[in-house]
């Protein structure tokens, strides 16, 4: 069994997809708690599969290091086998990503390298991206520039909005995350950051 921490700041969707993956027994990973860096709704699917969660926003601290320092404090207190960023949309520290990487990963709705960052998918739109997708990574300590483990593709549809795409890129991303942790349960990927 894997044990993970995930980390969000919005709906969830992706944990919520991870999670309903748990409830197969079969699928060997378990979530040992879910951490936001705002109050979020994501975290009501953690309560509702009556796993801990935490928040610990940065507003409450004096300095990102500060407020990393404890959120990795409360990472490690689950010890988990893997922490998954999946939505969490803050650029933490080099401290926290050198105490937990290679075992973190994160998801981001582009077929990195190509845009990166926090919007991701306006910006693929904005290039005029014929296709985009979705990359699981290693984090590293650049913003989305970790080793990648997977990537899915899809075709961008003409006249579709920002929203409408993420959506669809969601559903995409969504699986791809939950045969990654897999995967990684299962040692198919190995997460070395020599690649
Ligand atoms: C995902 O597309 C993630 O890659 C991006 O934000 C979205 C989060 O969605 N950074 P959700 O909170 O999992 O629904």
Same mark, same amino acid.
């Given at each position: 069994m894997l044990g993970v921490v995930v980390l969000i700041s919005g709906s969830g969707s992706n944990l919520r997809a991870l999670l309903d993956a748990t409830?197969? *027994?079969?699928? *060997?990973?378990?979530?040992l708690a879910v951490g936001a860096d705002q109050a979020c709704s994501g975290l009501e699917h953690a309560e509702l599969f009556g796993i801990p969660t935490f928040v610990i926003s940065? @507003?409450?601290?004096?300095s990102r290091e500060a407020w990393a320092e404890t959120l990795l404090e409360t990472v490690n207190r689950f010890r988990p086998d893997l922490t998954v960023?999946?939505?969490?949309m803050k650029i933490l520290p080099h401290g926290f990503v050198r105490a937990l990487s290679p075992k973190l990963i994160n998801t981001h *709705?582009? &077929? &990195?390298?190509?845009?990166?960052?926090?919007?991701g998918v306006r910006d693929a739109l904005a290039a005029g991206a014929t296709e985009t997708g979705v990359t699981i990574h290693i984090v590293d @300590?650049?913003?989305?520039?970790? *080793?990648?483990l997977a990537q899915a593709k899809l075709a961008i549809l003409p006249d579709e909005t920002e929203h409408e795409l993420h959506e669809r890129i969601k559903v995409i991303e969504r699986q791809l995350l939950v045969s990654v942790v897999k995967d990684i349960a299962e040692h198919r990927i190995k997460l070395d950051t020599s690649k």
């Open positions: 409830n197969n *027994p079969l699928y *060997p990973v378990r979530v940065p @507003e409450n601290f004096g960023l999946a939505g969490f *709705p582009s &077929l &990195l390298p190509l845009f990166p960052g926090a919007h @300590e650049g913003v989305d520039t970790g *080793p990648k």
